[in-house]
């Protein structure tokens, strides 16, 4: 691998994002130590959260010299006087400026059944947000069919040019970089023109990443895993994205109509296991190996 292609690689993992839970958050004694001075937190809102944990946990990150992105999952939420009152007191208390609109869990909570009708209500400009992401899901969702997502992706596009606010995809995470490929080119079919941060999974065992993509319903992951653990061995052993960050570093440092901007890390092994990773990427010399996988000098997870 040429020193062009190490930059490149670098570069785009350099500006990175990463995400928590409220639980999660409390177990960390200090962020400064484990991750770059303004790195954007997403914090996850699961369905039986109580959503002033989500508030304050925004609040403690911005606090600490970081960017929150909290969760604001539609389907969860029961009314729109409800998101209302959520997006003004994060905005308000938290300082957040930044949000994940996602339509959430399958059970519909209240009226509100999708991001596009939290996007269209104008509160994102009312409370002043400046980015807001939204799903993206290149292996499809099992709650949501493929005709209902290429509609939101349109509408979405659509939608770009009623807010003030930067729009922006940010994936399901994946575990093969053709299935990214696949879908950010079908995307370009339906005249996609947001920016995309591609959600991969930070280093875990095997069966912890199994377990992660069964509870997200993702067959061609389950598929790619399953076929990894086929030796016992494996199933203990760690596994980190290299091969996945040199893939699509070079991917789209080779096609400049690409819309991947950043990637996004699901920390399954704990936010310190990733951050430890990915400084040691960043600031240590590589080598790419004859599968792809990044090999990181003087390093050992």
């Not at 269209?120 to 949501?144: C, M, Q, R, W, Y």
């Not at 879908?183 to 005249?191: A, F, M, T, V």
């Not at 930070?202 to 030796?231: D, E, V, Y």
Request: net charge neutral; glycine share 6%; proline share 4%.
């Amino acid at each position: 691998m040429d020193n062009k292609e190490i930059i490149n690689l670098k570069k785009l993992i350099n500006n990175y994002t990463i995400e928590t839970t409220p639980k999660n958050f409390e177990k960390i004694s200090d962020l400064n130590n484990l991750l770059p001075k303004n790195t954007s937190i997403y914090i996850t809102y699961l369905p039986n959260e109580n959503y002033k944990k989500i508030i304050d946990t925004a609040k403690k990150i911005k606090d600490e010299g970081f960017e929150p992105i909290p969760h604001l999952p539609a389907r969860t939420i029961k009314n729109f006087s409800e998101v209302e009152k959520y997006l003004g007191m994060l905005s308000e208390i938290s300082g957040a400026k930044k949000i994940l609109i996602i339509g959430g869990s399958s059970y519909q909570n209240g009226n509100i059944s999708s991001s596009m009708e939290i996007l269209e209500t104008g509160l994102i400009d009312k409370f002043n947000f400046t980015e807001v992401g939204l799903a993206g899901h290149p292996e499809g969702s099992p709650d949501i069919s493929d005709e209902e997502l290429d509609r939101a992706i349109i509408e979405k596009n659509k939608f770009v040019s009623n807010t003030q606010a930067k729009l922006y995809f940010v994936t399901q995470f994946f575990f093969e970089t053709s299935s990214f490929i696949t879908w950010e080119k079908h995307l370009e079919e339906l005249g996609n023109k947001i920016d995309i941060h591609a959600g991969l999974p930070g280093p875990a065992n095997i069966l912890t990443l199994i377990n992660f993509a069964k509870s997200c319903g993702i067959r061609n992951s389950i598929n790619f895993l399953s076929k990894q653990a086929l030796k016992i061995s494996k199933l203990a052993s760690t596994k980190a994205p290299g091969k996945l960050v040199y893939e699509l570093s070079k991917y789209k440092n080779s096609n400049s109509n690409s819309k991947l901007t950043k990637l996004h890390f699901y920390p399954f092994g704990g936010m310190k296991k990733t951050s430890r990773w990915i400084k040691a990427l960043v600031d240590n010399e590589i080598r790419i190996d004859q599968n792809n996988d990044i090999e990181i000098t003087n390093f050992d997870l």
